[in-house]
């Protein structure tokens, strides 16, 4: 009994131990990331293999540039987000978010988009069937 009282106990610290994630030599919680603080952008976020499906990116006040999705992610703006800039298309038009290959799920929320020196600043959506 004494046994696998210890057993139950070293597994759950194991477990509790695979529950942590590290970005950049820091621990965060599972699915939520930071934009700045975990990553320096958007783009950077989504394009770091430790961000999965499902994961949610929270991006600070102030002013950012948008990202090519290819996972599906939420996005989600905090007091005074916006998205400024972004991606080109390949018909000139600068774009806050394009969602690509791989982004089905996706959410963006809490953004304003501003666009005072680009009036072609848009959100594009590829469909793939």
């Known amino acids: 009994m004494k046994r696998l009282a210890i057993v139950l106990v070293c597994l759950a610290v194991a477990m509790s131990f695979?529950?942590?994630?590290?970005?950049?030599?820091?621990?965060?919680s599972p699915g939520k990331w930071h934009v700045p603080g975990d990553f320096a952008t958007i783009q950077e976020a989504i394009d770091d293999a430790a961000v999965s499906n499902g994961d949610t990116i929270f991006v600070g006040p102030g002013n950012h540039d948008g990202a090519l999705l290819t996972k599906g992610v939420e996005i989600k703006g905090t007091d005074g987000t916006v998205i400024n800039s972004g991606p080109l298309h390949p018909a000139g038009l600068t774009m806050g978010f394009r969602l690509l290959a791989g982004s089905d799920g996706a959410t963006i929320s809490h953004l304003a988009a501003c666009r005072p020196w680009s009036p072609n600043l848009v959100l594009a959506l590829d469909s793939f069937f």
């Open 18 to 28: 695979s529950a942590t994630v590290f970005a950049k030599g820091k621990a965060v």
